[in-house]
């Protein structure tokens, strides 16, 4: 089959396509003729050298894919059949024309969404789920503040917030992408990073208050202004480190407020996990998608062969919504 590797670290340019043997699914894992990837920003970093696969998981790139089932290893219990549509989340492997994957992340498609656009669901409705409403607990009437409105995760997160009757605020670093966030995605409220302390917009467009949660995905140089911008018993949910790793955090803040900082990450975490984070997925996510109160957005699509040439457009930060490889 053919799949992506990563030569060496670096920019778009050291994503090679190569001629490799099929994986062969093991106990409780079934095969994928994958039909589409998502990019996410986990690949980005792994690419750059930062953000090496867990143990175990595949050398290539990519957290998820849709296809079709092609086989089944041994001891597989969840009622799939040959040629059924799926999608996956994955620990690696997903830049490649096929992948072994273990059955419990594995989801049929929601229903209204052909094959393609599915590789854009599996990773960010499992992070965005997993984090605002199983770890923050988010609440109707809440106000949440997501960063990072126009990629995978803050598009999702803006209307899986607003399908849950939270107050959505957002940043974006263009004036082009806060109208994106407000007119086409719909949130309440959308800060210009570059152009205003987003902690004092937030206050002043909120009738003083601050965020109940916070969705952040860039870390430490973000960490002082999470901190301020939050509410009384708020709940900052770390999930990216864009911006850096470490950061000094004043307690004297967090215990005023009452607050807390949670930090996830979703690729490192046991398949058990995984499997019950995706069959919340589809209880709750996927009934959302099928009403169309949650639209996958699909930037770009690029061939497999042009995994460089989509890198090089997904760090150009251009994209509303996903980029994806197609097979």
């Known amino acids: 089959m053919k799949a992506v590797y990563i030569s060496k670290p670096g920019g778009p340019e050291v994503l090679e396509v190569r001629e490799v043997e099929a994986p062969v699914p093991g106990q409780g894992e079934v095969l994928i003729d994958v039909v589409a990837a998502g990019l996410n920003r986990a690949d980005v970093q792994q690419r750059r050298g930062f953000y090496p696969p867990p143990p175990g998981a595949s050398e290539i790139p990519g957290l998820e894919v849709s296809g079709r089932i092609a086989g089944f290893g041994p001891g597989v219990t969840k009622p799939f059949s040959v040629g059924d549509k799926v999608v996956a989340l994955l620990a ?30 599996p990773e960010v409705a499992a992070t965005v789920y997993s984090n605002l409403v199983m770890t923050a607990q988010l609440q109707p009437g809440e106000t949440v503040l997501i960063h990072g409105a126009t990629g995978g995760i803050g598009t999702m997160a803006i209307q ?76 900052l949910v770390v999930i990216g480190l ?16 009452r607050a807390a900082v949670v930090a996830t990450a979703l690729r490192p975490r046991p398949v058990s996990e995984k ?48 980029v994806l490889l197609v097979m």
């Open 92 to 121: 690696g492997g997903g830049y490649a024309q096929q992948v072994a994957v273990p059955a419990e992340q594995v989801l049929r498609l929601p229903e209204g969404v052909d094959l393609v656009t599915a590789a854009s669901l």
């Open 160 to 235: 899986l917030a607003k399908a849950y009757g939270a107050k959505v605020a957002t940043t974006a670093g263009t004036e082009e992408k806060v109208s994106t966030a407000k007119a086409f995605l719909g949130a309440d409220i959308a800060i210009n990073y570059a152009e205003e302390d987003f902690p004092e917009s937030l206050r002043r467009q909120n009738g003083g208050k601050g965020a109940d949660v916070i969705l952040d995905v860039v870390g430490a140089k973000y960490l002082k202004q999470n901190i301020d911008a939050l509410a009384k018993y708020g709940r």
């Open 242 to 257: 864009q911006g850096g790793t470490k950061g000094e955090l004043d307690l004297g803040e967090l215990l005023k407020k």
């Open 275 to 322: 499997g019950a984070i995706m069959n919340e997925v589809r209880d709750h996510v996927w009934p959302l998608v099928a009403e169309g109160r949650i639209q996958p957005l699909v930037a770009r699509t690029f061939p497999l062969d042009q995994a460089g040439a989509a890198h090089e457009y997904f760090d150009s930060g251009d994209h509303v919504g996903k």
